[in-house]
């Protein structure tokens, strides 16, 4: 069990240069968030000091509850899961990037946070969650409606619109997930033509335990990796 997150920690990290160097790209391209949802904090801490400094949390009021336990770390947290928005202002205070943006009015919240406090805050980068495979029970924009949800992000002067993200359906060949990433690849290109202010269509938050690789030969910049660090949720 000793170093146990250190080893699981190195070998992600050869894993994700391994699929940098088959798609032609550097690994330092590619930005490996720790998901650390469920994992309490002792565990978070052994994965900070083996090097990470970018962590995943999925539920706001998770992050809030586990947040004095560490204290005296300073990574970026990244909130990956769905956000409603009477928490806006709450995942504004606890998170330097938020990758789950599927709504305008989600967005204005975010944007309206910021205005509480100091008014010169840097803007907060953020992420179009898009539902690529169009399921009913995701969320996530539709395809179809991210190029003006972009729009409207763009009118917020507090938010850097940098990116998407996405979850994939499931399933058990990472292969099936390549036509998705693809897809989420072309959309950010799309939406990077429309050239709107306060976008920079420069980041793909796409990719998990059993499908990063994948993710990174179709151009993920952001891996989310939780089981594969972590060990298998309960
Ligand atoms: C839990 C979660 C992950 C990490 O999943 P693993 O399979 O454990 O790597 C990534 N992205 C999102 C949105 C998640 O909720």
Redesign the pocket.
Known sequence: MIDEIARNVARVQERIAAACRRAGRRPEEVRLVA?S?IVPPERIREAYDSGLRDF?E?RVQEAEAKRPALTGLDPTWHL??HLQTNKARTARELFGWIHSVDSLRLAEKLHRGADAGTAELAPLPVLIEVNIGGEGAKSGVEEGAALDLARGISALGSLALLGLMA?PPYSDDPEAARPYFSRLRRLGKVIDSARLPNVRMDELSMG???DFEVAIEEGATLV?????IFGA?P
């Not at 989310?224 to 594969?228: F, K, L, Q, V, Y």
């Open positions: 998901v949802k995943g999925n990956i899961g979850v998990m335990s059993h989310r990796i939780g089981t594969a949720r």
